[in-house]
């Protein structure tokens, strides 16, 4: 059971726009940084927003990231059957002391 | 730009201790926080802990009791040891840097290496 709730699963056709949601309590996403992992099959995670909405270079803008109270959202617009992988939200618990992540949400372009 | 790769058994016996190492290379391992972070087959993500070129250490209360971190500062490499292993420890592991703090998110992942407890 992860500390930090996604969707298992998202999809939509070329061209729509996609949210993938994430959850968690005042002592993680309440109090710090939400940070998104792009995971293509079969390679390592990358860091794909940090600080909430912050993109790293090579990060289409077509993804945007937001954070409100305990949640936290990973934007996709003008969806393209490349963004097809899981993305995996993270937050530092402050509570915990420890590093927290979503379970992922596995994304499907239709 | 810094690269990771892990090493180490791709087999380890039930009750045993698993044993990785990190080497870090294009930087030195005083540069960064590094942390060792899991994915069991077909699940999500957990994060083990992470070291500084000091040997400050901070690991997953849900591993705590068994885990361990070194660095080894002479040849730019950290590794992992972590003991009783069971099937539940089967997973790829993957070396990163950061971890540190929430303003320390990590930036650059190795490859991972798949370590699978069986006997």
């Known amino acids: 059971q992860s500390v930090l709730t996604q969707p298992p699963s998202a999809s939509g056709t070329p061209g729509q726009r996609v949210t993938i949601s994430c959850s968690g309590s005042?002592?993680?996403?309440?109090?710090?940084?939400v940070y998104w992992f792009q995971q293509l099959p079969g390679t390592a995670p990358i860091l794909f927003m940090y600080k909430n909405d912050q993109r790293p270079s090579g990060v289409p803008d077509r993804f945007s990231g937001s954070k409100s109270g305990t949640s936290a959202s990973l934007a996709i617009s003008g969806l393209r059957s490349e963004d097809e992988a899981d993305y995996y939200c993270a937050a530092w618990d402050d509570i915990l002391y420890a590093w927290v992540f979503g379970g992922g949400t596995r994304l499907t372009v239709l | 730009q810094v690269q990771l790769q892990e090493s180490g058994p791709g087999l380890v016996k039930p009750s045993e201790t698993l044993s990785l190492t990190c080497t870090v290379s294009?930087?030195?391992?005083?540069?960064?926080?590094w942390s060792w972070i899991r994915q069991p087959p077909g699940k999500g993500l957990e994060w083990i802990g992470y070291i500084y070129y000091t040997g400050n250490t901070n690991y997953n209360p849900s591993l705590k009791s068994r885990v361990t971190i070194s660095v080894d500062t002479s040849k730019n490499q950290f590794s992992l040891k972590l003991n009783s292993v069971t099937a539940a420890d089967t997973a790829i592991y993957y070396c990163?840097?950061?971890?540190?703090?929430?303003?320390?998110?990590?930036?650059?992942w190795g490859q991972g290496t798949m370590v699978t407890v069986s006997s």
């Open positions: 005042s002592s993680n996403i309440g109090m710090n940084y």
């Open positions: 294009g930087g030195s391992i005083t540069d960064y926080y």
């Open positions: 990163t840097t950061g971890g540190a703090t929430s303003f320390d998110p990590f930036d650059i």
